[in-house]
């Protein structure tokens, strides 16, 4: 084999492995299932708000955008703009959400609803490289949903201010 198929071969391999994070890892070692279902804790819903059916139940579904002025007037949808209340929510059942497939998922199955646009993000997540979860090494595990972190009409995090630097020892007195 001459030295330009080696260098090619090598330069294939390290395109392929930039463009999936994680599998040169993964080569050599057996990958571990993903259960389809993860233990989370309950969302982190407003106080009262939940059950959406006590209010929402026998209400006529109105698909058409416009700034809500009754009620959840403080929400304000920035984060895909265009986008309205039932891109996510489930018009016909508000207790649930609804995938862009039709499919209906509990608030608790939410990940799966995040995870059609932030796909490399749900597999880190998954993974447990992105988010929160808690638990066994080698045992049962509870994950912290996306809406534990991201405020889901407006996920982008807010702007911190940055604390001072600690104090050396020399410095205390």
């Known amino acids: 084999m001459n030295i330009t ?3 090619t071969s090598v330069r294939t391999a ?17 990958e571990q299932d993903v259960p ?3 233990l989370v804790p309950p969302p982190p819903f407003s106080e009262g708000i939940f059950p959406c059916s006590q209010c929402h139940e026998g209400m006529p579904v109105n698909r058409t955008p416009r700034k809500l002025t009754q009620m959840h007037q403080n929400i304000e949808l920035k984060h895909m703009p265009g986008g309205w209340c039932f891109d996510c929510h489930n018009p016909n059942n508000r207790d649930t959400l609804r995938l ?4 209906t998922v509990r608030f608790e199955e939410s990940y799966n609803l995040c995870g059609q646009c932030h796909g ?12 929160k979860r808690t638990g066994m090494w080698n045992g049962e595990k ?5 809406v534990h972190c991201h405020w889901p009409h407006e996920p982008r995090f807010k702007p ?7 104090v050396r020892p020399s410095d205390i007195k």
């Open 36 to 38: 389809k279902h993860f």
């Open 120 to 131: 490399y993000i749900l597999r880190e997540w998954k993974a447990g490289l992105h988010g």
């Open 100 to 103: 862009a497939n039709g499919k």
């Open 142 to 146: 509870q994950y912290r949903l996306c």
């Open 14 to 30: 390290l395109f392929a492995a930039l463009l999936m994070p994680g599998a040169a890892f993964a080569a050599g070692s057996p």
């Open 160 to 166: 911190l201010k940055p604390l001072p630097p600690p």
């Open 5 to 7: 198929k080696i260098l």
